[in-house]
């Protein structure tokens, strides 16, 4: 028989099995905003795992939940519901000690304002070292770490400008330095190229690679920029604040062995088994409301509730209005499909 400790035990395997190798583990995780009487969910279950020495961008419309993921995940915003775990660390149940120990040790973060990111008055080279400073490490390990770190990023040039020195791509990349000063595992980075022209967000993406590459630091990067996905092996789309749909790269080397990319879209089925269509799937067939569910051996196929009228086979007749019954090559040919 189902007793409550029964079902709490299961609540509980089963939300230690989600995830339970992955460094970053979103799980449901809501996060409703109130003001002034009206309710904004921000996030709306979002499900999302990134493994340790990823490098992960997150796309989506405006509003569709982007900024309040990485305040979650960068410790500064609690969400509302749900579970959210980086490292060995619950972001749901860190007192406000832990908080601060987390934000210093574990992550570093960068914002799209240029401004926001470093202290007008210090140079790059003082920038970096002023986190170590406060972290309480000597002033030759502080010198030598900011040299390091401006040179993997390519502005070793710029270690004695102040930011009014430098353009707006230079201070993002010494503001990626500032924020690995004291080494974390994790770095997140909400639209660094929000205020770059092309060429320039080109080498703060190139530079976010390099850092996840040469230090093993995973990444998570928010952008609007419609290349990232040639700098990243993962992009992961939000669309209402929950996650949609990923385009995975991976290099394939065809017979002949010559070597090249293969980038994939895939839909993202969440815990709970949703799964989001595509407008222009749901456009294309009418798929509003109901809708049929078959299951293939290999697939399972999705069916409008009523038979669509095509002009050319005539107005529907009362033998038309009937379900039709999913047959399995057209099943595959016609209908929308979850891969
Ligand atoms: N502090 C807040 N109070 C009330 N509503 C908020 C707050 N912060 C965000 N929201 C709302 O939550 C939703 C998600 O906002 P969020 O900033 O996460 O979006 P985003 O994907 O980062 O958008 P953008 O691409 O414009 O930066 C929006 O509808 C926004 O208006
Ligand atoms: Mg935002």
Not at 31 to 51: C, H, T
Not at 195 to 223: I, K, P, Q, Y
Not at 255 to 282: I, K, M, N, S, W
Not at 313 to 327: I, L, M, N, Y
């Amino acid at each position: 028989m189902t007793t409550l400790d029964t079902l709490e035990e299961r609540a509980q395997t089963r939300s230690a099995a989600f995830g339970a190798d992955a460094l970053i583990v979103c799980d449901s995780l809501v996060r409703i905003y109130q003001s002034e009487g009206i309710e904004v969910q921000a996030l709306q279950g979002l499900d999302l795992l990134v493994d340790d020495g990823e490098l992960v961008a997150i796309v989506g419309a405006s509003g569709s939940g982007k900024s309040t993921l990485l305040s979650v995940l960068s410790g500064l915003d609690v969400p509302t519901a749900g579970r959210v775990r980086v490292g060995p660390w619950d972001l749901m149940a860190m007192t406000p000690a832990q908080r601060v120990q987390y934000r210093r040790t574990m992550v570093g973060f960068v914002w799209q304002q240029t401004a926001r990111n470093l202290v007008p008055y210090l140079t790059a080279a003082e920038n970096v070292a002023f986190p170590l400073a406060l972290a309480g490490t000597g002033s030759r390990e502080r010198a030598a770490r900011a040299a390091e770190l401006l040179e993997l990023l390519g502005v070793a040039y710029c270690a004695e400008r102040r930011p009014g020195q430098m353009s707006g791509g230079e201070q993002q990349r010494v503001a990626i330095a500032v924020a690995l000063a004291c080494s974390p595992r994790v770095l997140f980075a909400d639209e660094p190229t929000g205020e770059l022209d092309t060429a320039t967000s080109h080498d703060v993406l190139e530079g976010l690679r390099m850092v996840n590459r040469e230090l093993g630091t995973t990444v998570v990067v928010v952008t609007h920029d419609p290349g990232v996905s040639e700098h990243v092996e993962r992009t992961v789309a939000i669309r209402d604040g929950r996650t949609s749909s990923e385009v995975v790269r991976r290099r394939h080397t065809a017979d002949d062995g010559t070597e090249h990319v293969v980038a994939e879209e895939f839909a993202v089925l969440d815990r709970a088994g949703r799964v989001q269509l595509p407008q222009e799937y749901r456009e294309a067939l009418e798929l509003a409301g109901r809708v049929r569910l078959a299951l293939e051996d290999s697939h399972v196929s999705v069916w409008p509730d009523k038979p669509r009228v095509t002009p050319s086979r005539g107005p529907a007749t009362g033998r038309h209005a009937a379900v039709p019954e999913p047959s399995r090559g057209e099943a595959a040919s016609d209908q929308e499909e979850q891969r």
